[in-house]
């Protein structure tokens, strides 16, 4: 699988309310920070700048679990790739 390991049982869906990915992720919390946009280091700080905080804007959308936790990680690595289903 490309968003969660193999095996997994329950995730999370998440969407992120600043970049609007959707994403999988193993832990199943109401808010996290989004691993796209929510994590990038600002490389324009000056010595005496402070890194802002990391917002957590990905909402938790829907707890996923069992069979339906491979059919959403095919899906949403199908629409990461634009359909070709050979590259995952």
């Known amino acids: 699988m490309y968003f969660v390991p193999d095996g997994t049982k329950r995730c999370g869906f998440y969407e992120c309310a600043d970049c609007g990915r959707r994403f999988l992720d193993v832990r199943i919390v109401p808010r996290l ?7 990038e280091p600002d490389m ?3 010595p005496d700048d402070v890194m802002a ?3 957590e804007a ?3 959308l829907q707890m996923v679990e069992e ?5 959403y990680d095919t899906l949403l690595s199908l629409a ?9």
Not at 33 to 39: K, N
Not at 80 to 88: A, C, P
Request: hydrophobic content about 30%; overall charge negative.
């Open 33 to 39: 920070i989004c691993p796209y946009c929510g994590e």
């Open 44 to 46: 324009e700080l000056g």
């Open 53 to 55: 905080e990391p917002q």
């Open 58 to 60: 990905a909402v938790l």
């Open 67 to 71: 069979d339906d936790v491979e059919k």
């Open 80 to 88: 990461l790739t634009g359909g070709d289903y050979g590259w995952i």
